[in-house]
Each structure stands twice: as structure tokens, then as C-alpha cells.
């Protein structure tokens, strides 16, 4: 595995053999065990190859386990029904993915997590996804959506409500009914 | 410090000084330092005393953070807004502290975290408050709540979005109006 020059491009597939390690360990092995050196280890690479792309572990782990909500592409279809159970669909997909069920309440839990990735991290939950979703408002006939509703809140109400879905439902006992989240904020949405 | 024999109440002192300093080191060294080695040391007594009370680390650190949300008294007010706000307030403030803050993504990024007690905790935190709820929503008038939005995904709804709130909104960089939550929600509840 050869290393580059300084100014030459980095081996891409070093970033590739690292970041899939971080995946399957994540998912098979847990929070914890997704160390720098166990990712070098699985990988085949030196924990410094590792550190010279990443700082640290948890900016490594939120690379690895980067969901893409920042480039989510959902054009609006004019109908709301169909869109609102399309975000929600997104956002329940994205959270219950093994490596996102390990990565994700890992990194909440984390300590001093004041870094910028980590910052990022959340912030692109929210906030790459509100242009989207102000579109798909804008986009239904205006009986749907009263102008007086805060997007910000909705959608915010719409990820909490995947967050909980993921996270904390499966232990309720109770049945699992997608559709529900949508038809409440479609509710809150009416003039 | 003095341990009892069979059948003879344990030492309450024992129990409050490892919950005491599980709490404290929550609060201050965060969910991995928080073992029960550490806990042991800090409240003064033996490791064999804290596992003759806990099978493991883990209901331990359930039962120290135990939000008590299995217990909340809220009696309905009549007024749907006020009641809704108090729901919503209540959550945010369960979440909030610093105990809460490290235990509860802590205890959802453990893997295998399938322990009763576990389960129980993530159980209470909806199940035990939905009596309540549903008695919030019958004592206000029918103009107000439409009988066919189902409580238990308003409820969902309305921690989704204390979670949301708590462990991702401070770093979007947006105002915190904690009143948009119960808004919303309460115009979903409109006939």
C-alpha cells in the first residue's frame, strides 16, 4: 500500500479499504469496539495511514457512517401526503441501517463532542434537508399548507419523530405504523 | 459500611451513596468512564457491594438515571395548550440534565442491550405517561381534539421531538422556542 507525496492525490483506496472496516465494524462489532486500531487492523493499513486522513476516531466514525442527508434528492410531486411519507420514509431509512443504529447514539454520546465534523455531523441532519423541504410546502395548493406553520419546526418534528421510531419504539410493543407521523404533521399543516 | 444478612433490609445508605456517585460521574466523566470500579471508588465502598445490588453496569446506570418519567403526575387542566406545553416541558426537562444527557445515548449505543431493565427504562419513558396524556386530551372539549388522531402517535410525536430538541437542535445554530412543539402538535389535534 503505497503512500503519496505531499500535493499528490491520496490513495483512494486506502480511504476505501479504511472507511468500509468502519462500517462492518460498527455494525458487527459496536461503538466501542470501532477503534483506530481495530479499523487498521481489519483494513490491512497502519493506524498512521488512518490518522494522516482522519484526526481522530470520532471524525473517522462520522465519515464512515455519514448517511448523505446533505445530498438527499427529493423533488416535490405537488402531492404533500406523498411527500411527507417520502421524508419520513428517508429519514427512517437512513437511521435504521445497522451501522447508523451503532454510530449514531455512539456519537451523541460522546463526551466533548464540540468538534466542527462532529458539529457537522448533526447539523447536515437538518439543515441540507430544509431547502427540500420548504420546496415540497411551496409545492402544495395552498388549502394544505397554512403559511402561518414554521417548515423548521415540522421538519424538526418529522426527524425527531424518525429518531423515535428507530430508536426507541421497537421497545414499546406496540405495532409499527409508518404512515402515522405523516398524517399528523399533514393534520398540523391545514389552515 | 455494613452489609446485612438474607432476608434483613439492605443498607439504604449503600444504595443512595453508589447512586449518588453513578449520577456524579455521569454528569462530570461521561457514560464510558462511568464503571462500576469507578462508581465503586468514588462512593467508598466495594465492587462485590455494588454487584450484590446490580447484575452489571448497565442497570446500574439505568436505575442512577432513571428520569422518573414512570411517575410523572401531570393532572389535566381543562385547557389543552397549557396541558400539551406541560407534557412537552416535562420531557425537555427529563432530557436535559447532565445525567440524562450521558446516560441515555450511552445505554442506546451499547450493544446487546436487550436486559429487562434496559427495555424497561426505554419503555417507561412513553409508556408509563400515556394514561395521563389520554386523560389530557379527554378533558379538553371536542372543538379541540379530533377522536380519530391517534394519541399514542401524538405522544411518539411529542418525545420525538424533546429528543429532537435536546440532543440535536443546540447545534443547528437556530433560536430554541420551545413553544412551537405543543403549536404544532395542537393544530394536528384539530377536528
Do not use: C
Not at 469496539?33 to 471524525?59: D, H, N
Request: net charge negative; hydrophobic share 45%; glycine share 6%.
Amino acid at each position: 500500500v503505497s503512500e503519496t507525496a505531499l500535493g499528490r492525490p491520496r490513495d483512494a483506496r486506502i480511504d476505501d479499504a479504511v472507511l468500509q472496516a468502519t462500517r462492518e465494524l460498527l455494525a458487527e462489532e459496536g461503538f466501542a469496539a470501532t477503534t483506530v486500531q481495530s479499523v487498521a487492523r481489519r483494513a490491512g493499513v497502519g493506524a498512521s495511514a488512518i490518522y494522516r486522513r482522519w484526526p481522530s476516531r470520532l471524525e473517522l466514525i462520522v465519515t464512515a457512517s455519514n448517511p448523505g442527508l446533505d445530498q438527499l434528492e427529493i423533488e416535490p410531486s405537488g402531492d404533500l401526503v406523498t411527500d411527507l411519507r417520502r421524508f419520513v420514509d428517508t429519514y427512517l431509512e437512513k437511521f435504521d441501517s445497522p451501522v447508523s443504529r451503532a454510530a449514531f447514539p455512539g456519537l451523541l454520546a460522546v463526551r466533548g463532542a464540540e468538534s466542527v465534523e462532529y458539529r457537522a455531523l448533526l447539523h447536515e441532519m437538518g439543515q441540507g434537508v430544509r431547502p427540500a423541504f420548504r420546496a415540497a410546502l411551496a409545492a402544495a395548493p395552498p388549502e394544505a399548507v397554512d403559511p402561518a406553520v414554521d417548515p423548521d419546526t415540522v421538519l424538526d418534528m418529522l426527524i425527531g419523530a424518525a429518531l423515535y421510531r428507530v430508536f426507541i419504539h421497537p421497545f414499546t410493543g406496540r405495532s409499527h405504523e409508518i404512515d402515522d407521523v405523516a398524517d399528523v404533521l399533514l393534520r398540523a399543516l391545514r389552515p
